[in-house]
């Protein structure tokens, strides 16, 4: 396998798994969510990611999830699975219930909390490799894993036979760009800004943003839609547009600044009358004041009423 064998690109956020208020999986929520991300035009999806709270979600109901992600979309756009875990037993075995469901690939980062050396992160992705049949992401996120992977061990990496992309969530964009530059031919990269760089990228082959959320729908497919289309002026206006959110709410490192990232996603969601619902513990929601913070970024880009 390599790029060529999936035909993932554009905007494909890692969503997020609505829970109860006390911390019960939301199937019917999870439904009517799938639908609006679906409607709004998304180029594919990722579940049980970080904005999914994967390490929150059991073995059991990560199966309900990828039967019921399966069940609505599986065919109809792509679909990302999530699958990071401390071993590679445990990612195979989350890869066996993807490829069971009919998702087109895994997501997989270095076992988190444990900071593996560049050794022993290549040794478990070519255990991961020889486990799982889909196609491989590797999921370069530094405030997940405190280990920002170099370019010459995301090079060793991509030679493995399943790895077909790299969702790079670096914050140091030199690096991103290096390894843009030296792996654009054998593996899709993922992790574009969405500004004018964004752009200058995705003319020069990178295939698009893996994010988070998907809060203001199809103006984040319209983004590439409108580079792919040669209408720069607009995809630099959808551009400009979440970069007013992500300046908002989060750290140049993609952490939250007054709360988790899910909570502020779900905060979002629930604000625009959609299917957010709450963060499962140990995360918890937002005070009031990180709600007004996110209404009053929705009011002043016009997506709820003040």
């Known amino acids: 396998m390599d790029r060529h064998s999936v035909q993932w690109r554009g905007y494909i956020p890692a969503i997020t798994t609505p829970f109860t208020g006390d911390g019960a999986l939301d199937l019917d929520a999870l439904d009517r969510l799938l639908g609006w991300l679906h409607q709004e035009g998304m180029h594919g999806i990722i579940i049980g990611g970080t904005q999914g709270e994967w390490f929150t979600i059991n073995q059991a109901e990560r199966k309900q999830l990828m039967q019921a992600v399966g069940r609505k979309l599986s065919g109809k756009i792509p679909l990302i699975a999530g699958c990071s875990g401390y071993t590679s037993q445990e990612v195979a075995a989350h890869a066996k219930l993807a490829a069971d469901h009919g998702f087109n690939g895994i997501l997989v980062t270095p076992p988190p909390y444990m900071v593996p050396t560049d050794r022993e992160i290549l040794a478990f992705y070519r255990e991961v490799n020889d486990q799982v049949s889909l196609p491989i992401c590797v999921y370069n996120w530094p405030p997940g894993t405190n280990v920002d992977m170099s370019l010459d061990l995301l090079q060793q990496i991509a030679e493995l036979s399943n790895v077909v992309a790299i969702k790079n ?138």
Do not use: C
Request: aromatic share 10%.
């Open 169 to 306: 969530s670096t914050a140091d964009l030199r690096h991103f760009v290096d390894v843009f530059f030296a792996l654009k031919d054998k593996v899709r990269v993922f992790g574009v800004p969405m500004n004018d760089l964004g752009i200058l990228l995705v003319q020069q082959g990178a295939d698009g943003t893996m994010g988070a959320g998907a809060v203001l729908g199809r103006e984040l497919p319209g983004y590439f839609n409108a580079i792919w289309d040669d209408d720069i002026p607009r995809a630099r206006r959808l551009g400009d547009r979440n970069e007013v959110l992500m300046r908002a709410w989060f750290n140049t490192d993609y952490t939250g600044r007054f709360g988790s990232a899910q909570a502020i996603f779900k905060a979002a969601l629930n604000e625009l009358g959609l299917p957010g619902g709450y963060p499962r513990r140990p995360l918890l929601p937002l005070e009031p004041e990180g709600v007004r913070v996110v209404r009053q970024t929705l009011v002043q880009l016009g997506k709820v009423s003040a």
